[in-house]
């Protein structure tokens, strides 16, 4: 069975850094790109960009693009979405998501999703 | 603003058929790339529903159905249910951007 395990919610304050995480199983984690997706509260989906676990290659959207950063542990089969300094505005429930490949870009099994709060 | 336009809400009677569209541009629909449909129960990850336009996941009952035409595709869903109350999404690629696009979601009521 596919599944994709995402890290529990997060309360953090504007400045820090934080870095949450993916893990498939039940498949070849190589094998599919993995996808991010950011929902603001009360809000829709947003594409952040995507990540090729079997060489880290990444595509950001360019609303994203220096914003995040995305990347992989192989050996654990996760990958992480990362921000160096988190701003209120960061606020949203975090989506991860695989590509299928039966037809371009669309998002076949998705993790149950992260919670990241930035509050003073 | 959305790349790709929803309507923001539908409502329809229980075993009623609905339709919600998605308009997009020469970018992305129009320029031939795949439209996907997802359904987000509120509070949980959204969820396929339809793939490469009009191909149904195993498991997403057939009474959910998709299509695709110039810049535009729909989602239908006929003999509705309680349990279709949901959220839904389109979703394409954009050359424009390299990178996949959402519509703005439409909130589904079954009345």
């Known amino acids: 069975e596919v599944q994709l395990v995402q890290s529990g919610a997060e309360v953090k304050k504007p400045g820090e850094s934080l870095r949450i995480s993916c893990q498939g199983s039940?498949?070849?984690?190589?094998?599919?790109?993995i996808g991010w997706v950011r929902q603001m509260p009360g809000k829709g989906l947003e594409w952040m960009g995507i990540i090729d676990p079997s060489d880290s290659e990444t595509r950001y959207s360019p609303s994203f693009q220096g914003q995040v950063t995305m990347s992989i542990d192989q050996s654990i089969s996760t990958a992480y979405l990362q921000w160096d300094s988190l701003k209120a505005s960061d606020t949203a429930m975090y989506h991860c998501a695989r590509l299928g490949t039966a037809s371009r870009h669309h998002l076949d099994f998705w993790g149950q999703g992260t919670l990241v709060t930035v509050s003073s | 603003q959305s790349v790709l336009t929803q309507p923001p809400s539908v409502s329809g009677a229980a075993g009623q058929r609905v339709t919600i569209s998605c308009t997009g541009s020469r970018s992305n629909i129009g320029a031939g790339y795949d439209v996907h449909w997802y359904q987000q129960v509120p509070g949980t990850a959204p969820k396929l529903l339809i793939y490469?336009?009009?191909a149904r996941p195993s498991g997403v009952p057939d009474r959910f159905s998709g299509s695709k035409s110039g810049t535009s595709a729909s989602l239908a869903i006929t003999g509705l249910q309680a349990e279709d109350e949901a959220d839904y999404y389109c979703q394409s690629y954009d050359s424009n951007l390299s990178g996949g696009v959402f519509g703005g979601g439409t909130k589904l009521t079954v009345l």
């Open positions: 039940g498949y070849s984690f190589t094998g599919y790109w």
């Open positions: 490469g336009n009009s």
